[in-house]
């Protein structure tokens, strides 16, 4: 299973980015999916996550400027993110809780990372 992030770029403050992250390989089912980042000198924090069910979760700072949502059929999350700050400069990883077989328990896996800067 792989995970392909893409999307990211540089842009000015208050503009807007769409990030995308492809699942593909031998999967039976996606759960949880979500997005973190990881500012130089900082800790990897939780974005936003978005359940099966639907419930979202998003980090305060990044409410009401963030939408994370999910293409089932293709495998894909998106994260569109509006109103960028300079403070959202972070290299932006997604993530999934992937069942491989019917049989067996799911696991998280990893995108590679995809770099958003945003000037002031």
């Known amino acids: 299973v792989q995970l392909q992030a893409s999307g990211g770029g540089l842009v000015q403050a208050g503009g807007y980015l769409r990030l995308s992250c492809a699942a593909s390989?031998?999967?039976?089912?996606?759960?949880?999916v979500g997005w973190y980042r990881q500012a130089p000198g900082e800790q990897r924090e939780l974005v936003a996550a978005l359940t099966s069910g639907g419930t979202t979760n998003y980090a305060d700072s990044v409410k009401g400027r963030y939408t994370i949502s999910r293409d089932n059929a293709e495998n894909t999350v998106y994260l569109q993110m509006d109103s960028l700050k300079p403070e959202d400069t972070a290299v932006y990883y997604c993530?999934?809780?992937?069942?491989?077989?019917?049989?067996?328990?799911?696991?998280?896996?990893w995108g590679q990372g995809t770099l958003v800067t945003v000037s002031s």
């Open positions: 390989g031998s999967i039976f089912s996606i759960n949880s």
């Open positions: 993530n999934a809780d992937v069942r491989l077989t019917v049989a067996t328990r799911s696991g998280p896996y």
